[in-house]
């Protein structure tokens, strides 16, 4: 095995063992669609077409994956949904 397969092969390793969370979000009634989408856009970074779909898919099928990353970068994210009254969890 050469050195650059050798190589190749540690990045791929270690890339595999990175550990990526979820934030879900999920269907409550209480929460309005514009809340929603402009909680999204704000504490999420989403665009507004993301934080539309994103809140048609929690409404319709009940839940979404709204974020995707390391846990550290997720809490803070997920702490502000929950503080605007909407129900999330990182999984």
């Known amino acids: 095995m050469s ?16 550990k990526q ?22 504490v999420c970074d989403h665009t507004p077409e993301q934080a539309e779909q994103c809140s048609l898919i929690v409404h319709y099928k009940g839940k979404c994956t709204v974020k995707t990353g390391e846990y550290c970068d997720l809490e803070p994210q997920c702490s502000g949904l929950l503080n605007a009254g ?5 999984v």
């Not at 050195?3 to 270690?14: A, D, F, N, P, V």
């Not at 934030?23 to 929460?31: A, E, H, K, T």
């Open 3 to 18: 050195t650059k397969e050798k190589i190749s092969e540690e990045l791929l390793l270690e890339e595999e063992t990175v």
């Open 21 to 42: 969370n979820e934030i879900v979000l999920f269907n409550d009634d209480v929460n309005t669609f514009d809340h929603v989408i402009e909680t999204l856009i704000a």
């Open 86 to 90: 909407l129900s999330a969890e990182i």
